[in-house]
């Protein structure tokens, strides 16, 4: 998207009174010549420099930048990290054996574990509030799941910076070469759930309700805390096939289980104080609206 696309959305979220703006493209897309051209004719030679512009674009107009910028170095974090509120890496799975050929990444060298527990902790050691996850159902087995979870807490354990964690269930999408991949079950979702909620009791869970419509009430009953972000604006562009819940649902699957909804940041208030200087102010004057966490 150029520049003046994303500041159309920017401008629609301000105005629909949104505070996070959520920027995620996949890993380094200038190895592609038509992207790196298309890069170089905006005056930028990394996707990370127009990256951060667009941040910026984004704290110009009241909201909160969160990014998701793939496997990047600690030098990118470090240019990243005083226009971010928070940021984030799914880890997925920190089984080697899923790059193996036939797995499922094979052909994915920014998903190997060793990448992405790297960027887990140089975010941590720039503390920087992060947020990251599992998937489950690309062919990782039960103790590979518990592994992934202990390799994020070790980390977690020396840093601190881990704010929200994801149990994500994998869904196939038409057109993709897992296309035919079943979903995982119910049972291993929720399994993970809770060997995270005993590994992670003090942090946001997250299992995405618009992956699991019709299940959201079983989540928050096995130890999930957390609905995630939802937009008024754009679809989920990484699963667009499914639908955003309205605020509403939320409403009502959270009544019915006993607990209240309420809006948060990007940022988790316990974690407020690693929020660089600039976004400080901003945060806090959103953050003392009625209705937020705090």
């Not at 592609?32 to 170089?40: A, D, F, G, S």
């Not at 107009?61 to 971010?84: A, F, I, Q």
Request: hydrophobic letters at 40%.
């Amino acid at each position: 998207m150029d520049r003046d696309s994303v500041l159309g959305l920017l401008k629609k979220g301000a105005v629909a009174r949104c505070t996070e703006a959520l920027f995620t493209f996949g890993e380094k897309p200038e190895v592609y010549p038509e992207i790196k051209q298309r890069l170089e004719d905006w005056g930028y030679s990394t996707v990370i420099e127009y990256l951060r512009d667009l941040c910026l674009d984004a704290i110009n107009l009241g909201l909160l930048p969160h990014s998701n910028p793939g496997s990047v170095t600690g030098r990118d974090l470090e240019m990243l990290r005083d226009v971010n509120a928070s940021m984030g890496l799914m880890l997925e799975s920190s089984s080697r054996r899923l790059c193996e050929p036939g797995m499922a990444h094979e052909k994915s060298p920014g998903k190997h574990p060793r990448v992405r527990l790297r960027v887990l902790e140089e975010a941590g050691r720039l503390e920087i509030p992060f947020t990251t996850g599992v998937l489950i159902g690309i062919g990782e087995t039960d103790s590979e799941v518990v592994d992934s979870l202990a390799a994020i807490k070790e980390i977690n354990d020396r840093y601190g910076h881990i704010q929200e964690l994801i149990i994500q269930n994998f869904r196939p999408k038409p057109g993709t070469v897992m296309a035919d991949l079943p979903e995982p079950s119910l049972e291993r979702v929720i399994s993970a759930l809770e060997t995270a909620k005993e590994m992670f009791p003090e942090i946001g869970l997250q299992v995405p309700p618009n992956l699991n419509p019709g299940r959201e009430g079983v989540f928050l009953r096995h130890g999930a805390n957390d609905f995630g972000g939802v937009s008024p604006i754009t679809p989920d562009f990484v699963n667009p096939c499914d639908q955003w819940p309205t605020v509403e649902r939320l409403q009502s699957i959270a009544a019915e289980q006993g607990f209240m909804l309420r809006e948060r940041l990007p940022v988790y208030p316990e974690f407020m104080e690693l929020v660089p200087e600039r976004l400080k102010t901003l945060a806090a004057s959103i953050a003392s609206e009625d209705g937020f966490v705090r």
